[in-house]
């Protein structure tokens, strides 16, 4: 028991530990994402309060208030303020997956290094080889594995915590 308390307090250590160095490497090699991730988060906490409020306020047109013509303001309203955030929100994911990517090259970029510069007796072990493929694999193997997806899963994460705090603590970093 004590065993698999300790292998996941130091899971979630060397978890705490490569997001630590994930967010450093990207504070040195791009600030924008961070600015991305704001914008975004900011967008993503708003956007389920649009989508709730919306058809309150029919309700409330159609039934209370009884001013049909207000309808079509309302809906024309909703569908610029959601289409508007919504592709404000899109645009900027896509301008972050390329600098999450060029930062994920980067990082690629740093193991092949040290990969070429180390000792040759490494390199005949099949045993090494097998297990830096592995890594390799893991670490870099695309956008929903290793690093782009924890860039990914921190980057929709943010938004939805700050607008459901109690479901989001539920959220893992890992599907």
Known sequence: MKKKEEEKKEEGNLLKRNIKFLFKKTLKSDKKVFYYFGV??????????????????????????????????????????????????SYLKGKSDAKILEIRMKLMNEVQ??????????????????????????????????????????FEMGGTFISFPKTSLNTRLTK
């Open 113 to 154: 290094r040290k990969v070429i510069l180390m000792d040759f007796k490494k390199t005949e072990s099949k045993d090494f080889l097998n297990q830096m493929g592995n890594i390799f694999d893991k670490s870099f193997g695309g956008d929903h594995i290793g690093v782009g997806a924890i860039f990914h899963r921190i």
């Open 40 to 89: 975004v988060t900011i967008i993503t906490a708003i956007l389920p309060f649009i989508e709730v409020l919306m058809p309150k306020l029919l309700i409330d047109e159609l039934t209370v208030l009884k001013r049909p013509k207000n309808l079509a303001i309302i809906l024309v309203s909703f569908l610029v303020v959601s289409a508007t955030l919504k592709f404000i929100s």
